[in-house]
């Protein structure tokens, strides 16, 4: 068997990035260490901190700029409570996107980008990539209780993460993919919740780092903590031999240091 960075360089390649909570720190710390070894994707997608890192980088935004921006981020600039069906209002978050995307639609990015949302009047995971890009990344990372609902195309959204935790929804079948699995649980999710576990897909190669620090909106110092984590894990895991089967998927999972 190969490497995983073998594998990636053999062919190309579809990033999917999990949800999970505050976990878009983890995913710029993966991100850096592709950017640094020059595997890019070719198309993206993810649900929740997925679809905010995924969506910044087809946007345009490198990976070290991306990882600036979260390194700073301070709570005061997306905590804006307010009375409703969650207790951040969200134009705060909205008004950050906003500031922070390159591009404003899906048709100007760089890669060809797809976000999963919940969709609360059809109770079921709608895929967005197409229209505007801040709107559908707000939606997708509105997590149940902290954020209130999002209109996209005047339709009620929450968290990608409730029925699409991988965020794969949005790429083709048997598309060849690397996702990058978060492991940690959301505070809202039962320990041994089967949208924990790594998704079987054929064509997938899963990246699976455990023992990551866990970051909330209450500690946002830990995300600078994690992003080292992860960067430093997902070096290692490139020089590291995937297990699995090419019916279910591929794993390479280790442990953070």
């Known amino acids: 068997m190969p490497t995983l960075r073998e594998h990636l360089c053999a062919e190309p390649f579809a990033l999917a990035l999990s949800s999970g909570f505050f976990g878009f720190f983890a995913h710029a710390g993966l991100l850096t260490v592709l950017e640094d070894e020059g595997l890019l994707p070719t198309r993206l997608a993810g649900s929740s901190a997925g679809a905010l890192v995924a969506g910044c980088w087809a946007s345009g935004l490198d990976a070290p700029k991306i990882a600036d921006r979260f390194l700073t981020l301070r709570r005061e600039e997306f905590w804006d409570p ?104 959301s505070p809202w999710r039962r320990r041994g919740s089967p949208a924990l576990a790594v998704p079987a897909r054929a064509g997938q190669l899963a990246l699976v780092i455990d023992g990551l620090p866990r970051v909330s909106p209450f500690d946002l110092a830990a995300g600078a903590r994690a992003f080292a984590a992860a960067r430093d894990a997902a070096r290692r895991a490139l020089d590291l031999t995937p297990w699995g089967d090419d019916a ?4 390479v999972r280790l442990e953070a240091k």
Request: proline share 8%; net charge positive.
């Open 82 to 185: 307010a009375p409703g069906l969650g207790v951040l209002r969200g134009r705060r978050f909205r008004a950050l996107l906003d500031e922070t995307l390159p591009v404003s639609r899906f048709d100007a990015c760089r890669a060809p980008v797809a976000v999963s949302v919940f969709d609360l009047i059809a109770r079921r995971t709608a895929v967005i990539d197409r229209g505007e890009l801040a709107p559908a990344i707000h939606a997708s990372a509105a997590f149940p209780g902290m954020f209130q609902p999002v209109a996209v195309d005047a339709r009620p959204c929450l968290d990608g993460g409730i029925a699409d935790r991988p965020g794969t929804l949005g790429l083709p079948v048997g598309a060849r993919v690397l996702y990058h699995h978060l492991s940690s649980r």
């Open 248 to 251: 279910r998927g591929l794993v």
